[in-house]
């Protein structure tokens, strides 16, 4: 039996959020596509994931990027009208081997439709399942499946991710070279898309990485290593900035003190001990504006990122939400026409009818022979 997230829910849908219009840029964003994973057990057994949408950013310039899966799943813990969003996060330098297959004809892709691709995963590790922090307890049956399935599939290291992509929005060509860059171990993580910290509207995701599941080890991951940029370098400390006294400083002192006036030598030593007081305190300031412009840049891009994960995830919700009303309300009017319709065609045809059998009453025939 295939797992499935398919059933009819209010909050496991297919959500699909049109991307922006594309550019002659190099670069890709394609956001929320709808997307089905399929895998095979290690029994041999085919599994399916569906109600999921896929993320792919691409950087050329930076030769950087990221492939994310998305599921909103209902939860205890949250209010009953909201629903939560997981992740699959797939590193790029967990890839052995991305194909594009651009005209599958599996089950999988004939349900999505025209314009289906499906993208063929082989990775060296496996990928990382991000949640929210609170306590994942699903509200319903259907949450449940698919967060067990969700589990089933970070445990995966060979998988395909059938999705529908209008080659408008992302021609094949440009797809085609990604894949090669990728399993030519040439593209590194987006650092953005791969830090869990700002999602959840700032309260930060939990990684869980699908070795852990494996092992049977669950433990929170504070972020991917090979995402991370390096540390920022300490200021260097008092010691290090204040200058060495010039060899033999005490002896020409006293030398001088012999020669000199009072007056005259503790005005030069005071001259030497301010200057050497402003080179440090100059030195330190510089220091700190450089680390204060630094955090606040970092900061501020930390900002950006929490603002555009928290809008992606308010639109993708509220889409979803909109989709389902626009769906009951399709089906009621569909169903409140089908039954005018058919009401307006019973009494054409019974006034037809009637018509027809009151010309037979009244009719006259008249019969010649001709002899």
């Known amino acids: 039996m295939s797992s499935t997230a398919s059933d009819a829910d209010s909050d496991a849908g297919p959500?699909?959020?049109?991307?922006?219009?594309?550019?002659?840029?190099?670069?890709?964003?394609?956001?929320?596509?709808?997307?089905?994973?399929?895998?095979h057990t290690s029994d041999g057994e085919n599994r399916?994931?569906?109600?999921?949408?896929?993320?792919?950013?691409?950087?050329?310039?930076?030769?950087?990027?990221?492939?994310k899966l998305r599921a909103a799943v209902a939860l205890k813990s949250h209010p009953?009208?909201?629903?939560?969003?997981?992740?699959?996060?797939?590193h790029p330098e967990r890839i052995r081997t991305l194909v594009l297959e651009d005209s599958p004809s599996a089950p999988e892709a004939v349900a999505l439709g025209p314009e289906t691709v499906c993208l063929h995963f082989e990775l060296n590790r496996l990928p990382a399942l991000v949640v929210p922090k609170e306590p994942l307890a699903p509200r319903n049956q259907t949450s449940g499946n698919l967060l067990d399935s969700m589990r089933a599939v970070v445990q995966?290291?060979?998988?395909?991710?059938?999705?529908?992509i209008p080659c408008r929005?992302?021609?094949r060509q440009r797809l085609f070279a990604l894949c090669g860059s990728v399993s030519r171990n040439e593209i590194k993580s987006i650092t953005a898309h791969s830090n869990a910290s700002s999602l959840y509207a700032g309260a930060g995701g939990k990684i869980i990485e699908g070795d852990s599941l494996c092992s049977e080890n669950i433990v929170p991951s504070v972020g991917h290593e090979s995402a991370i940029e390096p540390p920022m370098e300490n200021p260097p400390s008092y010691e290090e900035v204040l200058p060495a006294p010039p060899p033999?400083?005490?002896?020409?002192?006293?030398?001088?003190?012999?020669?000199?006036?009072?007056?005259?030598?503790s005005g030069a030593h005071r001259r030497v001990e301010r200057k050497y007081i402003e080179d440090i305190c100059a030195h330190m300031v510089d220091s700190k504006l450089s680390q204060l412009r630094d955090d606040m840049s970092k900061q501020?891009?930390?900002l950006e990122n929490r603002i555009i994960d928290y809008v992606d995830e308010?639109?993708?919700?509220q889409r979803q939400e909109i989709t389902e009303d626009l769906g009951v309300q399709t089906e009621d009017k569909y169903y409140g026409l089908k039954l005018d319709l058919q009401n307006y065609v019973r009494e054409e045809v019974e006034e037809a009818e009637g018509r027809i059998l009151d010309n037979l009453s009244t009719a006259s025939f008249s019969l010649q022979l001709n002899s």
């Open 48 to 67: 399916c994931l569906s109600n999921l949408n896929l993320d792919v950013h691409y950087d050329a310039r930076s030769s950087k990027a990221f492939f």
């Open 248 to 265: 033999e400083a005490g002896p020409s002192l006293h030398k001088r003190r012999r020669l000199s006036t009072p007056g005259s030598e």
């Open 300 to 302: 501020l891009r930390t």
């Open 15 to 39: 959500v699909i959020i049109p991307p922006t219009t594309p550019t002659s840029s190099p670069n890709i964003d394609i956001t929320a596509q709808p997307a089905v994973v399929t895998w």
């Open 80 to 90: 009953r009208s909201r629903n939560t969003a997981v992740f699959l996060f797939i």
């Open 169 to 171: 929005l992302l021609p």
């Open 314 to 317: 308010q639109l993708i919700l």
């Open 156 to 164: 995966q290291a060979i998988f395909s991710v059938y999705t529908k």
